[in-house]
């Protein structure tokens, strides 16, 4: 029995190659070393209108760090830093290895997929003498009454999400950045998250998270027509924030699952707090997961297929004015807590062009009355600039920064 990968694009890409290869030369014989697996060998490719780290599949491993740049550091360096930065991560997104990177943790692998992020929070432009750039959209969220957060693992100067297919990628590429910011910022809060590793599956399908439910079905899909007025900034952005053009606003909140009292309730109730089914994701209102949901069917006792106070009810768009964002998210768990109850839950990762037209009205209706906020707590949250791509010979966020 075959079993397929679910590592995009790239990944059943090499697949089919791998596969077309072995056909071909079923009677040559191989020299030298096996080639990587599929896994090993899929790359994102750093240059682009877009960072990357936001259109492609969550992988199975990801750091999330903030940076705050040392008191010392003024523009020239913060800029001087996101050269540096940009130009190992060209490097190790590719598989090679960084200038003058003795790490050796990642020598054996391949990319495996590696994408790496960079965002300015709030107090990036005060500290580089470049508030008349900040963007309105980096505006604090509101507090919301779900809120429990702790301000030490919250915001901070400048964000990276590291994502890969293997751990050893992942940490090396958080070592070679730490080690680049060196003297000129300090790291501020880490989280580790994961999804399913490719080729644990039968066939690639949606991610579920630690609740065990399938998550990311309705996500805003790159097909959409109005896909990339929702998700990216306009090339055509005047003003303070032009210098956005491409880039995306992305919301980074530490959710804890209340796993325990979660596990306590029956099937049917857990699936009534989404609205899907537990088993496939398929909506209670009927169909299969991909069938989009019927808000509006009341079963045979008279009741709402999907209650009113399930989560996708809640959230959609179509309650929303519209609201929408790409959610790209990844599990954690961090051991137990004082309590004995599990530290799991969900780095929740929310893409949008504006937050004030994505996560901010959503998640307040979710506070106001949704089932599924019972069972969680907000813990820590960033709100991220993430500039547009850049071109061979540039650096990320070089159009604020030169
Ligand atoms: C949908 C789980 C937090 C926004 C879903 C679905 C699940 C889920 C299982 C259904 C499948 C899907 O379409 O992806 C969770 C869990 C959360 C969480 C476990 C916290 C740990 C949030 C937050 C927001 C949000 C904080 C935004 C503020 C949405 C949206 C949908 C959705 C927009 C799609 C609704 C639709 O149009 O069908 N979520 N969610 N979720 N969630 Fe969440």
Redesign the pocket.
């Known amino acids: 029995r075959r079993l397929l990968g679910t590592a995009g694009a790239a990944g059943a890409a090499a697949l089919v190659a791998g596969g077309a290869a072995g056909a071909a030369g079923a009677e040559a014989v191989r020299e030298g070393p096996d080639p990587l697996s599929s896994v090993g060998s899929a790359a994102v490719p750093f240059h682009g209108p877009h960072q990357s780290g936001i259109l492609q599949p969550a992988q199975a491993h990801a750091h999330l760090a903030a940076f705050d740049l040392m008191p010392t550091a003024d523009r020239k360096a913060a800029a001087a830093l996101m050269r540096r930065w940009s130009d190992a991560t060209a490097d190790m997104m590719d598989g090679r290895t960084p200038q003058g990177d003795e790490l050796g943790v990642a020598l054996d692998a391949g990319p495996s997929s590696l994408t790496i992020t960079f965002g300015f929070g709030r107090t990036f432009f005060d500290r580089t003498g470049l508030a008349a750039k900040r963007p309105d959209a980096l505006e604090p969220l509101p507090a919301f009454t779900a809120d429990a957060l702790d301000p030490k693992r919250s915001e901070g100067d400048l964000w990276v999400q590291i994502g890969a297919d293997d751990t050893l990628v992942t940490f090396h590429a958080l070592r070679m950045l730490q080690k680049l910011a060196a003297g000129t910022a300090r790291m501020r809060w880490q989280m580790n998250g994961f999804n399913r590793t490719p080729g644990a599956t039968e066939q690639p399908m949606t991610g579920r998270?630690l609740?065990g439910?399938?998550?990311?079905?309705?996500?805003p899909k790159q097909s959409d027509a109005n896909f990339n007025t929702r998700i990216f900034v306009p090339d055509d952005r005047n003003g303070a924030d032009g210098w956005m053009a491409g880039g995306s606003y992305a919301v980074v909140?530490r959710?804890r699952?209340l796993l325990d009292t979660w596990d306590n309730l029956s099937l049917d109730q857990q699936e009534k707090v989404?609205g899907?089914r537990k088993s496939d994701?398929a909506p209670l209102s009927g169909g299969q997961e991909t069938t989009r949901?019927d808000l509006n069917k009341v079963g045979s006792d008279g009741a709402l297929a999907i209650a009113g106070d399930a989560?996708?009810r809640v959230?959609?768009?179509a309650t929303n004015r519209g609201a929408?964002?790409l959610?790209r998210a990844f599990n954690y768990h961090d051991g137990f807590r004082d309590d004995g109850a599990p530290d799991a839950?969900?780095l929740?990762v929310?893409w949008q062009a504006d937050p004030l037209k994505g996560?901010t009205p959503?998640?307040r209706k979710?506070d106001r009355g949704d089932g599924?906020s019972r069972f969680?707590r907000h813990e820590s949250s960033g709100l991220f600039a993430v500039p547009g791509g850049c071109e061979r010979g540039e650096y990320v966020g070089q159009r604020l920064l030169e």
Not at 213 to 219: A, M
């Open positions: 998270n609740m439910q399938i998550d990311g079905t309705n996500n909140r959710i699952m989404i899907r994701g949901a989560h996708i959230a959609s768009p929408a964002m959610r839950g969900l929740f929310a996560f959503v998640q979710l599924l969680l």
